[in-house]
């Protein structure tokens, strides 16, 4: 029956708090997978190995003096460079006294470990401005490093196509191919006029577009000349002119990827030399429980001829 008392709308509550928080919504991450991590790396901070060069032959005459020449060597060095935190607290006040309290602190720690893995992430694909900039870091007569051929610097087939004549002249095997790409290059592959001449009838097209993951991390778009090509949002940022293919400057660009991590000692090495370590205490002083995330690690491009880097722009995709 209905309320008649002139006091009834106190007993309305003109808002209601909800029992959960909400959370962002996250993306998977993958770029570690892609790093050949050491094992023979058990102390110190800076890592070498030795390099050697190729063999050559000369034409011989009958009798004469056979030429003997020295292999060329060198040395690649590898350090730990990153030693990461984060950490959070909660009052005994907080605890006491906010509802939220036990949610909040269950959040801490997988909090952190997301944070630190985001980062791990970002400097993994940083690695593909470890290249010389606005250079074509031209290896074999072919760039390794160019802006994207498309108008206004948007990535076309036609820059998958020199990514694998790059690869190729650098003799880097072609069974395991990678692209990682921004989202706004999948958008632009897929706005192409010709798309649909390019489906189906053209073996280098691998089949039809997948929605959704093909293994542990970002989601698969497609194959295209023999890339497995993944999405992500972490790709490092870029703004160069380079003389190559093409020569343009990059507005709000994005330097997206072309390896194979499956090639000889891999595209990139890493190395952990305190894997992620979890910490917490109860501080008497602040009267706080704390809680501490701690790592340290290093990654490092160590096959710079197995790496191809486009630059394109980022602003064909508009609301």
Same mark, same amino acid.
């Given at each position: 029956?209905?309320?008649?008392?002139?006091?009834?709308?106190?007993?309305?509550?003109?808002?209601?708090?909800?029992?959960?928080?909400?959370?962002?919504?996250?993306?998977?991450?993958?770029?570690?997978?892609?790093?050949?991590?050491?094992?023979?790396?058990?102390?110190?901070?800076?890592?070498?190995?030795?390099?050697?060069?190729?063999?050559?032959?000369?034409?011989? !005459?009958? $009798?004469? +003096?056979?030429?003997?020449? @020295? *292999? =060329?060597?060198?040395?690649?060095?590898?350090?730990?460079?990153?030693?990461?935190?984060?950490?959070?607290?909660?009052?005994?006040?907080?605890?006491?006294?906010?509802?939220?309290?036990?949610?909040?602190?269950?959040?801490?720690?997988?909090?952190?470990?997301?944070?630190?893995?985001?980062?791990?992430?970002?400097?993994?694909?940083?690695?593909?401005?470890?290249?010389?900039?606005?250079?074509?870091?031209?290896?074999?007569?072919?760039?390794?490093?160019?802006?994207?051929?498309?108008?206004?610097?948007?990535?076309? !087939?036609? $820059?998958? +196509?020199?990514?694998?004549? @790059? *690869? =190729?002249?650098?003799?880097?095997?072609?069974?395991?191919?990678?692209?990682?790409?921004?989202?706004?290059?999948?958008?632009?592959?897929?706005?192409?006029?010709?798309?649909?001449?390019?489906?189906?009838?053209?073996?280098?097209?691998?089949?039809?577009?997948?929605?959704?993951?093909?293994?542990?991390?970002?989601?698969?778009?497609?194959?295209?000349?023999?890339?497995?090509?993944?999405?992500?949002?972490?790709?490092?940022?870029?703004?160069?002119?380079?003389?190559?293919?093409?020569?343009?400057?990059?507005?709000?660009?994005?330097?997206?990827?072309?390896?194979?991590?499956?090639? =000889?000692?891999?595209?990139?090495?890493?190395?952990?030399?305190?894997?992620?370590?979890?910490?917490?205490?109860?501080?008497?002083?602040?009267?706080?429980?704390?809680?501490?995330?701690?790592?340290?690690?290093?990654?490092?491009?160590?096959?710079?001829?197995?790496?191809?880097?486009?630059?394109?722009?980022?602003?064909?995709?508009?609301?």
């Amino acid at each position: 029956m209905s309320m008649t008392t002139a006091n009834s709308s106190v007993l309305i509550r003109s808002e209601l708090w909800s029992s959960q928080l909400k959370d962002v919504l996250l993306d998977e991450l993958m770029a570690q997978k892609y790093i050949r991590w050491l094992s023979e790396f058990p102390d110190g901070s800076t890592f070498t190995i030795p390099s050697i060069g190729q063999s050559q032959v000369h034409d011989y !005459v009958e $009798d004469t +003096a056979a030429t003997y020449d @020295a *292999l =060329d060597t060198g040395e690649f060095q590898f350090s730990i460079t990153e030693y990461l935190q984060g950490g959070h607290y909660i009052t005994e006040k907080n605890r006491q006294d906010s509802f939220y309290a036990a949610q909040l602190e269950a959040m801490f720690v997988p909090k952190l470990q997301r944070a630190l893995s985001v980062r791990v992430e970002t400097d993994v694909l940083a690695l593909a401005n470890t290249q010389t900039l606005s250079n074509p870091n031209t290896i074999n007569g072919a760039a390794h490093r160019f802006v994207a051929t498309g108008t206004n610097e948007t990535m076309t !087939v036609t $820059d998958f +196509a020199l990514a694998k004549f @790059a *690869l =190729d002249k650098a003799n880097v095997p072609q069974n395991g191919r990678v692209a990682i790409v921004e989202p706004s290059v999948e958008f632009a592959l897929g706005s192409q006029a010709n798309i649909v001449n390019l489906l189906g009838p053209n073996p280098l097209w691998g089949g039809d577009m997948v929605a959704t993951g093909a293994s542990d991390g970002m989601r698969f778009y497609r194959n295209l000349y023999g890339f497995d090509i993944y999405i992500s949002n972490y790709l490092a940022d870029a703004n160069e002119t380079i003389a190559g293919p093409t020569t343009a400057t990059t507005a709000a660009g994005k330097a997206n990827m072309f390896f194979n991590p499956s090639v =000889d000692g891999g595209t990139c090495i890493g190395a952990w030399r305190q894997m992620p370590k979890v910490d917490g205490e109860y501080n008497k002083d602040f009267q706080r429980e704390e809680y501490i995330v701690t790592a340290r690690y290093g990654v490092k491009l160590y096959r710079p001829e197995s790496l191809v880097v486009i630059l394109a722009d980022t602003d064909q995709v508009t609301a």
